[in-house]
């Protein structure tokens, strides 16, 4: 796990190598919280490859990045973990290769000398790879199937640039800081930015399973190199002891291959299904006590610690628990940093916090992300089928959206989902957008969910497969990757597994639900791992109560910050649509929290991207939190100092 950054230019002698080198180490350098143990840039004429390293395969010298084959034609940069890399090494050093280190690295240069862009598709894990192949003079750019590692780039006339997040980008001279409208839009329908575009004109986001050859003088060629089983392709068949004890039994080697490490090992702990499932996974063969982790609120629905406790105390883990307020908010200036785009999935702020609490004791930590999305957890997909089946739901102002070319069962499709999901209603946009993104609404948002819908599955299939396209790699994995790795933190997330998932799509829907039970086949496995009362109860997750919060002890600073003049001035949002949103929120009318949410995230993002160029966090001036919490920080800092602490 690292970061990474690349230029390729269209003229290979506009800069010299001396100047090419200094822009590198401008792009690593805004990367070094993603790797703090190492840095590296090299170059060629008209091309840098730069990376901060986190040693976590092979942490000696051998391993440093960027790095070449023996005949120094194949140059890589890479972010992630290779699973199989052992197998992938004995079957290249029985084709002839040597290799000079343990790590997983090497693997990639070899591979990559000995199949070309056909490697990627023989690599399990997570990844975002950057290699220049100097022999053919092209610049070759990877992502893994699901989205676990960020790659960003920006075409310019002169060439294009790479880099695991925006802001190494960013640093590059001459790039633009422009919103884009479009982006924006997505934003408030889903508080995230969907697919290819991202928050910043220009520059996007390469897809997942995709990858992306570069030449001198040609448009990129992107190409996807993976995908799911088509719908109804060589179903798994089996009895239901069968499908439980193979599930069982492909989880446990996933979580084996995830386990590869040379560091610290642990994992994020919430209670529910499928942390727990990756626990009692683990714990079989992990020498000593696994370190496990886990927050909550201390009220409420907010609060799961307790179930994670049954959990950690099964499998007799040193469990680490956790427990925030509402000075979790101080961080929020950070956030905006780290994030890069505006993202309101408040859950962030949990998983940000403890990812700092966790990389003081390990190095990588394994998540139960994705088995929601496969196996069907999630209560909305069956919501989804049964508002499908009456016809509710869906797009509201057909009269401001005109349909799209979509074939009419995928409209009606994606707009039912989007309903289910959307942030901001068709009708609040309508009221509320003010001039810079009135005319976006020539766009239904919902059209970027429709594009996914998959024929011949059933409806919590459908929702899940638009899910894996969006909601896990925009929303969930992003949140995660970019708050663990502001702390230098790996995680990893067994239940993505290519293999795995594969296996899973093949299983027919009612084989994996039943009776309106989210994970049905996946709990009923389990049952002789986890606790029934892990299982079967209400799904909580890393959840904030961030709509009570700007209620009560952050109300005055919501309202300072969202009635500005500053942020009237942008024209993105009515300021008396806010006033009303703010008083109907206060009073209990109406819940506006998510959404208040979103529109605090999308200011903090343009005082802190587009208000200057610094490529640093908001002061305090300008972070209305900041201040609420000064005396509490303050006092943090005095009782760490004395005590020779950082925080």
């Given amino acids: 796990m690292c970061g990474l950054a690349a230029a390729l230019l269209i003229q290979p002698g506009e800069l010299p190598q001396s100047e090419l080198h200094r822009r590198g180490l401008a792009m690593a350098d805004m990367l070094r919280h993603r790797g703090p143990d190492g840095e590296g840039v090299w170059t060629d004429v008209g091309v840098v490859l730069a990376h901060r390293r986190l040693a976590i395969i092979d942490t000696s010298a051998a391993a440093h990045q960027p790095m070449h084959d023996v005949s120094s034609t194949v140059h890589v940069i890479f972010n992630g973990a290779i699973y199989n890399f052992r197998e992938l090494r004995s079957e290249l050093i029985t084709a002839g290769y040597h290799f000079r280190s343990t790590g997983d690295t090497e693997v990639i240069v070899n591979g990559y000398r000995e199949w070309g862009t056909g490697l990627f598709q023989r690599l399990v894990g997570m990844f975002a790879i950057v290699i220049w192949d100097s022999h053919a003079e092209r610049l070759v750019a990877a992502r893994d199937r699901f989205g676990e590692k960020p790659l960003h780039y920006l075409e310019r006339p002169d060439g294009i640039l790479f880099g695991s997040e925006i802001k190494a980008i960013l640093t590059w001279p001459g790039v633009l800081r422009r919103p884009n409208p479009s982006a924006l839009h997505e934003f408030l329908s889903f508080s995230y930015t969907i697919g290819t575009e991202t928050a910043f004109g220009g520059i996007k986001r390469l897809p997942p399973a995709h990858l992306m050859v570069c030449e001198r003088g040609r448009p990129p060629l992107l190409q996807r190199y993976w995908q799911l089983p088509p719908a109804g392709e060589n179903p798994v068949t089996g009895s239901p002891a069968d499908l439980k004890r193979e599930l069982i039994d492909r989880i446990r080697h996933a979580v084996t291959l995830c386990r590869v490490a040379d560091v610290p090992l642990g994992a994020f702990l919430s209670g529910g299904v499928d942390s727990s499932a990756v626990v009692a996974m683990m714990a079989p063969t992990h020498e000593g006590p696994i370190e496990t982790f886990s927050s909550g609120f201390g009220f409420g629905d907010y609060d799961e610690t307790r179930y994670a406790t049954l959990v950690a105390e099964r499998y007799r883990t040193n469990h680490h628990v956790f427990t925030y307020d509402s000075k979790i908010v101080s961080s929020l200036g950070k956030l905006a940093w780290h994030y890069d785009e505006p993202f309101a999935d408040s859950s962030a702020l949990v998983t ?90 020539d766009r239904c948002t919902y059209d970027s969910l429709a594009v996914h819908v998959v024929d011949g599955l059933t409806r919590a299939e459908q929702a899940g497969r638009i899910d894996l396209e969006t909601y896990l790699p925009c929303d969930l994995l992003t949140k995660v990757d970019i708050a663990a790795m502001a702390h230098g933190l790996e995680t990893r997330a067994p239940f993505l597994n290519h293999e795995l998932v594969e296996w899973v799509s093949r299983i027919p829907g009612d084989l994996k639900v039943w009776d309106n039970e989210g994970k049905a086949l996946l709990k009923s496995a389990l049952e002789p791992f986890v606790p029934h009362e892990c299982m079967y109860r209400p799904k909580v997750g890393f959840r904030v109560p961030i709509a009570k ?46 959404r208040l949410w979103a529109l605090l995230m999308l200011e903090m993002w343009f005082r802190t991207w587009i208000d200057n160029d610094s490529n640093q966090p908001v002061c305090d001036a300008d972070n209305p939190f900041a201040e609420l919490f000064a005396p509490a920080v303050a006092r943090q800092s005095e009782v760490a100092e004395r005590h020779g602490l950082k925080i």
């Fill in 549 to 594: 919060m700007m209620r009560e002890e952050l109300r005055k600073a919501t309202e300072a910050f969202l009635l500005s003049e500053r942020f009237a001035d942008r024209r993105l949002v009515r300021r008396e649509f806010v006033q009303q949103m703010l008083a109907e929120h206060v009073t209990q009318r109406q819940e506006h929290g998510t």
């Fill in 352 to 441: 940000y916090a403890l990812s700092r609490e966790t990389r003081q004791v390990v190095t990588v930590a394994l998540t139960g992300d994705g088995a929601d999305e496969t196996l069907l957890g999630y209560a909305r997909y069956f919501r989804f089928g049964t508002q499908m089946s009456r016809n509710a739901g869906g797009r509201q102002l057909p009269e401001l959206y005109a349909t799209s070319g979509l074939a009419a069962h995928r409209t009606a499709a994606g707009d039912t989902y989007g309903y289910l999901m959307e942030t901001f209603r068709e009708r609040q946009k309508l009221a509320g957008y003010d001039l810079a993104l009135l005319p976006s609404l």
